[in-house]
């Protein structure tokens, strides 16, 4: 039976066909690597996440974490899939092999992780949750942190969270208050309430790392004066034997719409419950530097953010299978108007593949930008000179927003439409697509919300470098442009398309700019967003059909005629959607701007 | 302090200053009614909202409805919230006077409604298909019947459900085969399941009125061998006492993403449970004649669909007003980068703003038009010559996909917005946000899906009687562009926005329509229900601009700001999004025609 998680055949074909991960094995970083290597790590992830995730998606769903007054209490079945995914030594597929991971490209690791996230989204979550605090500590951490928490983490022993919000300070971190004092020892003791930390105050593991921000009194105001810190539950020993309870003690669970099988907490530090060492505090551990945990977290981020894009892809990804399933065997209606003649599968008519194709076309996209950016990453960390490294972090940058902020937007739309294409049956929990649907609707909210991104991107991305990142993403698309003309016909056709949205989104953001009016020009930024993330999909579908259009035996297959008429779609009901966007930036509206608390 | 539930004020401005109800107590049926009474009944459909419905929505939806095997287990909250509607006579409220109905105009008894439906969807769910039920046995039952079960679901002793989907058949009545088998006394024995029965095998009344669809033996094929039926869950005896049990049983309870208060069932009918009278099958009455169920049916689904519309639009307007409320107290980062100065409201934020405003042209713009359409429907019903009545069914023919698919997209949208607004808050269930956002999911699926609304639209109500319809609305709008234009400066320069989408739409409907090829015309009817929509929707907001403008004193104040705010949002944010529609119409785009099953 064919997976409903994801297709492999369309992960061959943005890994293999398109993006030629394998070539990336003659660089010296995955020189041990070679196709079959990466095949093997998609395959395995496949399998653990038919046989240890996907089973309990609803189970965990139906059963969130509850606190009993001593213990958070999580379904037996989170803990058996953790414990199978770190013994197939797939949290350190990404890491390097000298902490005992496997050195995989990142974007064959997110691949392949993008099955677990698809199967269990919750689950999957203390996962990554996990791998990104144990790429943080290596980074950034000394040895003896990294021989402390990281080796265990990689072992699935030790779990990760990330400790950031405040009740006070959601997307405003410059306003958090925890405390991180220091003490003679090196050490530090944090005071303060941290929100919505996922993943924490669960007994899957024997010991929960915590990463923590706070600031050093005396330090700088504002961000400049916020450190990072390794706020374990239960302190470590020398010899990695787990010690006394650290005080860091639940203060409550929240309640979430979906992806409800990960807790979600808000976290006491230093409240009194336990007094570790005999003394007052939560014992933290200073990652780095002082004053600079911002600047680690921020190095992190697009990291983080492009599994935020990968989540919402994979969520949107299996709704997408599964109402193509169901389209596929559901009967009703017919074409001709004749009762006496039998009822046809929905997949027959025009609207429902109308609502498959879209799907189709977010999905797959989503996912075929997703990947790209993780190959950036690749190309990043293994740059072979200054100048390549220089150009692939321009072009990285200003596509992280929009790997982060689309597919959240559209592959939850996506969901809405598996939804819509089951009729009834979609709305209710006997099936899948209303889970997938509550889970995703997370993704444009955290790892920095819509509106955050919006302004990362505008107010940040566009104009960086004097304006070295969308010159660098202008080349890559002027790339498939020349690439599409010069193979003519329908690919020229659609390339003049995609020229000339580019030219519109390009001449639109300098008239923004020229007026010097700022506020205006970013009043409006979550317009741009759309727009901006709408022409970059329209480059990656055209990507995507130059490649269907060259394959050479196999052109009229099922797959390949999909591809293209994916891309037709997106071009024809999509791509259009940016001009009302573009002109309504370029004159700089101000109707929000205008508007006053008073008049709602 | 003031409702979250609706805003009275917006209620008053569109029911009197624009609409101008008052006038129809001009008219007979209203004559006794004036002002006064209209308020009466806001006010205290407002009060039962917030005093016995509001109160108990969370519960609801965290216990929902169980079998145990021999009942139906609901919550106590929600047999008194019924009693206390049915109690304040609220129930028959715009039903004749000689059944024990008030007597009110239908939007006004829509407006009153949209109060509880507001504070709990699910409760008042209940309430709504009794109202439903009783009204079309009043049109088209006997007095027997009228008596029996009609008088008794006014006093809220019976509750009312309607039983027209089967699992083989949802969208496709066509396909249902319960069949009614005729008895010598005249009634009918009834053998058949039916799916997706809301409000069904609950024990909040003495007996439940399930109205139902079936097809007699020996009739014609399809819907027009289709007949109505009365089946109640307990017999009924001639003084009305509580008789027999029929044989109508529960199969299964659907467990649903949202709506969870609400018993949504399969029904068995004369699977020989209980033989009532000693003999098989349920017992039902036929309503009317044979074979003109689904007649029936469509006589009251205008009144339903622009039900379902209202129900979209008060989920939309509480979780804007809650929004709002939570945007204005929350203090979240700065418009200044100075991290000494005190966190700003993120109400003035220009995000926020532009996200609040976007669900107050939604909310507002929704509740304009249900409450314009089931003004139409008063008039319809008191019409006072045959053309007046045929104008009036013209127009409201072709709003009617509208006012029920419009709210249930972009009332929903509304509520996601509540959400994102509220941030990771708006995502849990300590906030209500996210409730609104589940329970508004079901509106574009039932009474018909967003893509049955479309085929109404494009392949009914835009053609039918040579096209009176859409020229019956075309009127309207044009008379509202001439009052526009002549009011000069801002209101003249919104019509003209108006007049030319108005005049796009009609001549690209021409197009499609001129080139003969109805499967092409009809394979984007989805795009064009939307675009049609939004047009609409434009006039709409045109229409209060007006009202607005020509606001004497107050014209400077928050209110009448607020409305002209919300007014050039839509212009200038939402109706815009029509023209590529537009555009992909009058292509006969065939990209969904030309995708096949083995593509996806």
Redesign the interface.
């Known amino acids: 039976m064919k997976s409903t998680l994801l297709s492999r055949r369309d992960l061959d074909f943005l890994l293999y066909e398109w993006l030629r991960v394998d070539e990336l094995t003659k660089r010296q970083r995955f020189a041990e690597h070679s196709r079959d290597t990466f095949d093997g790590v998609l395959d395995l992830s496949e399998e653990l996440a038919e046989k240890y995730f996907a089973p309990h998606n609803k189970k965990s769903d139906a059963n969130e974490p509850t606190f009993d007054g001593t213990r958070v209490v999580v379904i037996d079945e989170v803990r058996e899939a953790i414990e199978a995914f770190a013994q197939a030594d797939l949290i350190g597929a990404s890491m390097d092999e000298a902490l005992g991971g496997a050195q995989l490209p990142v974007c064959v690791a997110q691949a392949a992780f993008a099955y677990v996230s698809a199967a269990n989204v919750s689950t999957s979550g203390y996962l990554m949750l996990t791998i990104a605090n144990a790429n943080l500590i290596a980074k950034f951490g000394d040895d003896e942190q990294i021989d402390s928490f990281v080796k265990p983490m990689l072992a699935g022993r030790f779990s990760g969270t990330m400790a950031l ?1 405040e009740t ?5 971190l ?2 958090i208050v925890t405390r991180a004092e220091p003490r003679d020892d090196g050490s530090y003791r944090l005071f303060g309430s941290k ?2 930390i996922s993943g924490a105050e669960h007994e899957l593991t024997d010991n929960i790392v915590n990463l923590v921000l706070a600031k050093i009194p005396g330090g700088p ?3 400049k004066g916020i450190s990072l810190f390794v706020v374990p539950k239960y302190l470590v020993g020398a010899d990695g034997s787990i010690g006394e309870r650290n005080d860091v003690t639940l203060a409550g669970l ?5 992806q409800r099988g990960i807790s979600n907490t808000v976290l006491n530090f230093g409240e009194g419950v336990h007094t570790p060492n005999g003394e007052a505090g939560a014992v933290g551990y200073l990652v780095g530097e002082p004053h600079r945990g911002l600047m680690y977290m921020f190095h992190m981020m697009n990291e983080a953010r492009l599994a935020v894009g990968m989540g919402a892809v994979s969520l949107g990804y299996t709704g997408y299978l599964k109402s ?1 399933e169901y ?2 065997i559901r ?4 074409l001709v108007k004749d ?2 003649t039998p ?1 046809v ?1 929905i ?8 609502m ?2 879209a799907q ?1 076309s977010y999905v797959e996209g989503g996912l075929a930008l997703g990947l790209y950016c993780t190959k950036l990453i690749d190309l990043q960390r293994t740059a072979e000179s200054a100048e390549e490294a220089e150009h692939v972090t321009d072009l990285l940058d200003i596509l992280v927003p929009v790997a982060k902020s689309w597919p959240s937007q559209w592959c939850l739309e996506a969901n ?1 439409l598996a ?2 294409v089951h ?2 049956y ?5 099936y899948d697509v ?1 889970q997938h ?2 889970d995703n ?2 993704n ?3 790892e920095g ?3 955050i991104q ?2 990362d991107l505008l107010g940040r991305k566009v104009t960086q470098r004097d304006g070295a990142s969308i010159a660098e993403l202008g080349r890559a698309v002027a790339a498939t442009i020349a690439q599409g003309t010069a193979a003519g016909g329908e690919a020229a056709e659609l390339a003049a398309l995609l020229d000339s949205s580019w030219q519109r989104l390009v001449e639109v953001t300098t008239a923004m700019f020229a007026t010097g009016d700022a ?1 205006a020009t ?6 741009y967003l759309e727009a901006f993330g709408h022409v970059v999909m329209a480059w990656i579908w055209l990507e995507q059909f130059i490649v269907a259009e060259n394959a050479d035996e196999d052109f009229s297959s ?2 390949y ?2 591809k293209r ?1 994916a891309a ?2 997106f071009f ?2 999509e791509l ?2 940016t ?2 966007q573009l ?2 930036l370029e004159a700089l ?1 101000r ?10």
């Open positions: 919000s006070q300070a959601g997307s405003s410059a306003d929100m919505w105001a504002g961000t929240n309640h979430k719409m979906g193509v389209a596929r009967a009703q209606g017919r009762s006496s009822q599968p997949v027959d008519h025009a609207d429902v593949k109308r498959l194709l189709k809405s939804i819509q009729g009834g979609g709305y209710t929990r006997e209303e649907y509550r609707r997370l444009p909210i955290h919300t819509h509106g919006s302004l506020e970013l009043a409006n930024s979550a317009i099922d797959f005629s999909g008429q037709r779609y024809r009901y259009p959607r001009a009302p002109d309504l509206d109707t929000t701007l205008e508007m006053r608390s008073a008049w709602f």
